[in-house]
Structures are given as C-alpha cells and as structure tokens.
C-alpha cells in the first residue's frame, strides 16, 4: 500500500477542515451559498498555508449538488467525482513550467467547451507569477470576460509580481500565516488519530519550526516521526532539527551579561565539542536575542512566543539584565553574520568573534584586528 506523507493524508477536503484562514473560508461559503460567485480569484500569501487547498474545496463547492452552508458535502456524484485529480472540469496548471504565450493561448482555446457534468469548469493557475509579460497579456482578454462556465484561481507567493492590469480584474484573498496554537492543536489531532505519542513541549517545538506553513510543520513532523519510531520527545525534536536546548542559550546569554571571556569560550568549545551545528546555533542566538527583547519589551510576550511556561519565566528573568540597546544589538550580530557562515571555513572561529563583538561591544572586524 502506498505510503501518503501526513500533508497529503491530511489535506482538508471542506471550508471547515481549513486551519488559519477563517476570514477567506466564511467569504467564499457565503459567495457560494448566495450563489454570487466571481469569475476570478487571487490567492496570495506564504507556501503550505492552504492557497491550492482551498481553492480545490472551492471548485468541488461551486459543483456541489447539495452544499452545506458553501462547503462541499463529500457525498454526492458530484463531489465524489470532483475528488479525483484527473476529472477534466478542474483543470490544475503549473505556471513555473507552462508560463510561455502559447501555453495561454491554449487556455483561451479551451475555455470555450462547456464543462462534463457540472456547472463550472475551474482553471487553478499555480505560481502565476512566472507567466511572461505576454502571456499575462494573452490572459488578460479572457481573464476579464471568461464563460459563464469557467472560474478562474491565481494561486501566487509573489502577488507584486502580478501587472495591475490582471490584479484589478481578481477578487483578491491574502492567507495569513498559521499560529503555533493553531499548528499545535492539528498536530496533536493527527498523531492522535495516527496512534503516534507525543510530548506537548516537542508538539510546540515542530509547530515553531514550521513557521506558520501548514505544509511545512506536516513534513517536519513526518521526518521526526520516521526518527522516532512513533515516540515524540523534545529530545527527537531537537535531534532531528538541529535546534538548540533553550537551557544552552539561557546559560550562554548569562555569560554574555556576565562579561566573562574565559567561561563563555569555554562553553563555545563544550559546544563545538558535542558535535553542534554551530551555523544553526548562531540563528539560534539572533531568534533567542529577539525572544529577550520581546519579553522585555512587550505587555504580553507569552502571547508572541507562545513558550513553555518554565522557559518563559527563565527568559523573562534574564531579559531584564539587558538593555533594548543591548538586545538590539546581539540580533544585529549574530542574524547578520548569516552570509559569513555560508562561506567560512572555520564556523567556531566566527562564533568566537560574534561572541567577543557582542561581549565588548566591538564590531566583529574591530575583534579580528586585536
């Protein structure tokens, strides 16, 4: 039997199942419920947070014989038929690699045949942003007065990259990011319904990694959960990802505050010696600079960084033994040194002198001349 990745297996099949994006899913049920549906659409905004998704449940919606309040039902002929990604009436291209004039022209040709069945043909144009100028000039015509029969959906990361002329003639939806709560309570219903067990604090730790990308926290989860032999822990976790333990940034910070040279290149070695990644441990140090700032700045951190309630109260207390001025700074250091640790030969060495720079208050250059 074929083995389904968790994003697949999971995909939500109707407007209810859709995490994150209640403000488009209502909108789009109570088009359809209404019967006042567009004839083109924009979806925008990051990878993996449900554009392709939804704008499938919206194509099988639209034909559905009898809609549950704008959603799919999933039991008539026509859902069912709708479900198979080979039926002609919804047609899926990838403009990455169908994005020259002819591949358009080719559209225009077949938008005029009416649809096999059902109501409407829906054409889901992915990556729209890749289309030639002249082929977004061939769609433009068609885009603008398609069939009674034909709907169309742009599905883009990169909406600036759209001409005006195509983004005035779309009813335009931007997907938000995901939250962690949100990420966490999915995942927690999948390894629950998948017989998986699991730590709260290593569910939170995939959701944070993943970003805010429904897509991208499946696919972490799914790597861990082959690591892991169906036994999730914050161990597996942060194995897997190559994360850092927050104790270990705690302990490194105080140091930091400390001013003390010799102990802080001391545990740089300690690290270096347990065989980290010390590029991911550098990013490690900008995002745990931020978290300081927020807790430091911020009414209700908590609600930002949503962290265990124990690491939460250690970075609230430490955050307070650093200015904003000086929290500011450690993010300068270490998120920009980014690019240096692409093409270093010598990572520790570079984390010495971020260390130092940030510890003396000297920029890195100044530390590698003395």
């Known amino acids: 039997m074929e083995h389904l990745s968790l994003y697949r297996k999971y995909r939500p099949k109707n407007f209810e199942e859709v995490i994150g994006q209640d403000h488009i899913t209502k909108a789009l049920q109570n088009q359809i419920a209404s019967g006042k549906v567009g004839h083109a659409y924009l979806f925008t905004g990051s990878r993996g947070i449900g554009k392709t998704s939804v704008a499938r449940i919206f194509a099988r919606a639209v034909n559905c014989l009898n809609n549950k309040n704008g959603s799919p039902c999933g039991e008539c002929e026509v859902c069912k ?3 198979s990604q080979n039926d002609i009436n919804i047609i899926e291209i990838d403009a ?3 994005n020259r004039v002819d591949d358009v022209r080719e559209i225009r040709e077949k938008v005029k045949f009416l649809p096999v069945g059902v109501k409407y043909k829906v054409y889901i144009i992915d990556e729209v942003h890749m289309l030639t100028d002249s082929a977004f000039n061939a769609l433009l015509k068609t885009l603008e007065e398609p069939p009674a029969h034909v709907i169309f959906i742009l599905a883009t990361t990169e909406a600036y990259k759209l001409p005006a002329t195509i983004l005035s003639r779309c009813i335009r939806f931007d997907f938000r990011l995901v939250s962690v709560q949100d990420l966490t309570k999915l995942l ?4 629950d319904k998948e017989e998986i067990s699991y730590d709260d604090e290593a569910l939170k730790m995939i959701a944070v990694a993943g ?5 991208d926290t499946l696919s972490i989860a799914d790597c861990i959960v082959a690591y892991s032999n169906s036994k999730i822990t914050k161990e597996s976790v942060m194995n897997v990802l190559g994360t850092t333990d927050y104790q270990l940034l705690i302990n490194y910070f105080d140091l930091l505050g400390q001013k003390d040279v010799g102990k802080l ?4 070695n300690d690290i270096d010696s347990s065989g980290k990644n010390l590029s991911v441990f550098v990013k490690d140090l900008s995002k745990q600079a931020r978290n300081l700032l927020i807790c430091k700045s911020c009414d209700k951190p908590n609600d930002i960084l ?5 690491a939460f109260e250690k970075m609230k ?4 033994t650093f200015s904003e001025k000086e929290l500011i700074r450690y993010m300068q250091i270490f998120g920009s040194a980014e690019n240096e640790l692409r093409y270093t030969l010598s990572p520790r060495l570079l984390l010495e002198t971020l260390s130092l720079s940030a510890l003396t208050g000297m920029d890195s250059e100044d530390v590698k001349k003395n």
């Open 96 to 98: 990455a690699s169908n």
């Open 306 to 310: 949503t962290l265990p309630q124990e």
């Open 265 to 268: 290149l001391e545990l740089i």
């Open 211 to 215: 970003e805010g990308s429904v897509r």
């Open 317 to 320: 207390n430490q955050a307070q």
């Open 188 to 191: 927690q219903n999948i390894f």
């Open 81 to 83: 038929r709708l479900e």
